[in-house]
């Protein structure tokens, strides 16, 4: 989910590359294309859940939006994380609530679809699910605050199949200062440090795309097992507070930890994301006191009418983006979480069936066939199986703990 009500707004209303200099690979599509559909393609961060509540079906092929079944398919994607999200206005009971209804549509739609997918919650079980050619689907949760400040619950979503947690959103948790909103806490507070012991020993990845750069680095000096970044970009490229610096890149990769870059317009752009600035307290201001019904489009062509057309942005600047994270944190340290279905597309990458382009532009940048296949999904999964390993060791380590 994008940071902010204006990004996402966008993202519902909005529902080849130039070659590299040097050597390009003669035959190049069609070794990309072997490549692409013969690999692990894992997407840690797809928004599609929040369709899953209506009567919208996963299984029929939409021109609107950016995923279903049929365009999974075409595209290659063959492995998700489902965001599980509310609002981190909604808290307390109600974002338990919430959220379980979202995890419990996850579950159906496997259970719905038994022959296409299967839901999968370690990464034996999503190899398992590759070799059988079928779609893994698993489960990530967007924003500590549905957690209800209670460690019990946080243990309940472990057992549903939740295998990470974005600590906040784009507004504090009781807990967790978040990169959209002011410092509250300077980073982390005594709860928040139990929350990533727990998540530790859960074999929970803990999820700092959203954090503020304090809560950061305070995960950073606790958490015993690597991190992950789950839909960020560049701030080197893009200067803006929902993506990582170049060092904390460097810090997320030292501990063992991945960047998975999103596809969302205003991370990857400048000129795009300034004009999300500028239109988000004017959205604000043409969404007070409006019903939840209101006509989105109106107002979006109220805010061209004001700031002019958005900035148009090249699906390239993907490419730009994981170029640099390799190059800033190695080629095991970079991944893809695309945002699709909580953020508006670049030009070029309207929906999960444009991903091929990825795997072909990343050959043609000189990238071997075993490095696309490590960003594609290898990473992630070695991600998986070292909080996993963690997570064992940890509770060896408790069991092994003299009784009080």
């Keep these: 989910m994008s940071n902010g009500c204006t990004a996402h707004v966008f993202a519902v209303l909005a529902c080849g590359l130039a070659l590299a200099q040097g050597h390009v690979p003669e035959n190049s599509a069609p070794r990309a294309?072997?490549?692409?559909?013969?690999?692990?393609?894992?997407?840690?961060?797809?928004?599609?859940?929040?369709?899953?509540?209506?009567?919208?079906?996963?299984?029929?092929l939409h021109k609107s939006g950016h995923v279903d079944l049929p365009r999974l398919k075409t595209g290659g994607l063959n492995a998700l994380f489902f965001s599980v999200y509310i609002p981190g206005s909604v808290t307390g009971p109600k974002a338990v609530s919430e959220a379980l209804k979202r995890i419990?549509?996850?579950?159906?739609?496997?259970?719905?679809?038994?022959?296409?997918?299967?839901?999968?919650?370690?990464?034996?079980?999503?190899?398992?699910?590759?070799?059988?050619?079928?779609?893994?689907?698993?489960?990530?949760?967007?924003?500590?605050?549905?957690?209800?400040?209670?460690?019990?619950?946080?243990?309940?979503?472990?057992?549903?199949?939740?295998?990470?947690?974005?600590?906040?959103?784009?507004?504090n948790t009781?807990?967790?200062?978040?990169?959209?909103?002011?410092?509250?806490?300077?980073?982390?507070?005594?709860?928040?440090?139990?929350?990533?012991?727990?998540l530790n020993r859960l074999g929970i990845m803990v999820d700092i795309s959203h954090v503020s750069d304090k809560t950061f680095r305070d995960v950073l000096a606790i958490s015993r097992a690597p991190l992950i970044a789950s839909h960020s970009c560049c701030r080197a490229l893009t200067n803006n507070p929902r993506n990582m610096t170049d060092e904390m890149i460097k810090a997320l990769a030292a501990k063992g930890g991945i960047i998975q870059i999103n596809f969302h317009r205003g991370f990857l752009d400048n000129a795009a994301s300034e004009y999300e600035r500028n239109a988000e307290p004017l959205m604000r201001e043409l969404l007070s006191g409006k019903p939840?019904?209101?006509?989105?489009?109106?107002?979006?062509?109220?805010?061209?009418?004001?700031?002019?057309?958005?900035?148009?942005?090249?699906?390239?600047?993907?490419?730009?983006?994981?170029?640099?994270?390799?190059?800033?944190?190695?080629?095991?340290?970079?991944?893809?979480?695309?945002?699709?279905?909580?953020?508006?597309?670049?030009?070029?990458?309207?929906?999960?069936?444009?991903?091929?382009?990825?795997?072909?532009?990343?050959?043609?940048?000189?990238?071997?066939g075993a490095d696309v296949r490590k960003i594609l999904g290898e990473n992630t999964l070695?991600?998986?199986?070292?909080?996993?390993?963690?997570?064992g060791l940890l509770r060896k380590e408790y069991r092994s703990m003299p009784s009080r």
């Design 292 to 368: 939840e019904t209101e006509d989105f489009e109106t107002i979006f062509q109220e805010i061209r009418r004001r700031l002019g057309p958005p900035p148009q942005v090249s699906w390239e600047r993907i490419i730009e983006h994981i170029d640099h994270a390799v190059k800033t944190a190695g080629i095991d340290h970079v991944g893809l979480g695309s945002d699709f279905d909580g953020a508006q597309m670049p030009e070029g990458m309207e929906d999960c069936t444009r991903l091929p382009k990825i795997t072909e532009a990343l050959l043609q940048r000189g990238y071997s």
């Design 33 to 60: 294309a072997d490549l692409h559909f013969s690999s692990l393609v894992l997407d840690t961060h797809v928004d599609t859940t929040s369709r899953l509540q209506s009567k919208w079906n996963f299984a029929e």
């Design 104 to 171: 419990a549509s996850v579950h159906k739609l496997v259970e719905d679809l038994p022959e296409e997918m299967s839901l999968c919650t370690t990464a034996s079980e999503v190899q398992q699910a590759h070799r059988q050619g079928k779609i893994t689907a698993l489960l990530g949760m967007e924003g500590g605050h549905m957690i209800a400040e209670s460690l019990p619950v946080l243990r309940m979503y472990a057992l549903l199949g939740v295998r990470y947690l974005t600590l906040t959103h784009s507004v």
């Design 382 to 391: 070695r991600l998986m199986t070292e909080v996993e390993r963690t997570a």
């Design 174 to 198: 009781a807990w967790a200062d978040s990169s959209g909103d002011k410092p509250e806490h300077n980073g982390l507070t005594p709860f928040g440090r139990e929350v990533i012991g727990e």
